[in-house]
């Protein structure tokens, strides 16, 4: 069974830094595409940024230049270096894979596991 578990949420003000990190049990996880994504209260569950695996990577365009998606092989985890962070980025964050062909999608139907979710929380 893939288990994906994010961490790394917390309560920033506006303009501050956060690291999210998402630890995934399969050991053979370079086979997979991943992405984070969020939902904030009321809306629906939006793609963030996503990699492929060889690296590619697509991110939406209001998180463009301020988020930065990465992998560690080594430690099978998934990161997201965010920066500059406003009061609309709050929202609960997860971190998702896919396997088969590789994509860099940010639709969630792409997507067969998923974590939890970790809570981001940006004040003004």
């Known amino acids: 069974q893939v288990q994906l578990v994010e961490s790394g949420g917390g309560s920033v003000k506006a303009g501050g830094s956060l690291r999210l990190s998402c630890v995934f049990s399969e050991n053979t996880y370079m086979n997979y595409f991943m992405g984070w994504f969020r939902q904030a209260p009321g809306l629906e569950r939006e793609g963030v940024a996503a990699i492929d695996r060889v690296g590619n990577t697509n991110y939406a365009g209001v998180v463009w230049g301020r988020f930065t998606i990465s992998k560690d092989y080594a430690k099978n985890t998934l990161y997201l270096q965010m920066n500059s962070l406003k009061s609309g980025d709050t929202a609960m964050y997860f971190c998702?894979?896919?396997?088969?062909?590789?994509?860099?999608?940010?639709?969630?139907?792409?997507?067969?596991?998923w974590g939890q979710g970790t809570q981001v929380t940006v004040s003004a």
């Open positions: 998702a894979a896919g396997s088969g062909i590789q994509t860099t999608s940010l639709m969630e139907y792409d997507y067969k596991y």
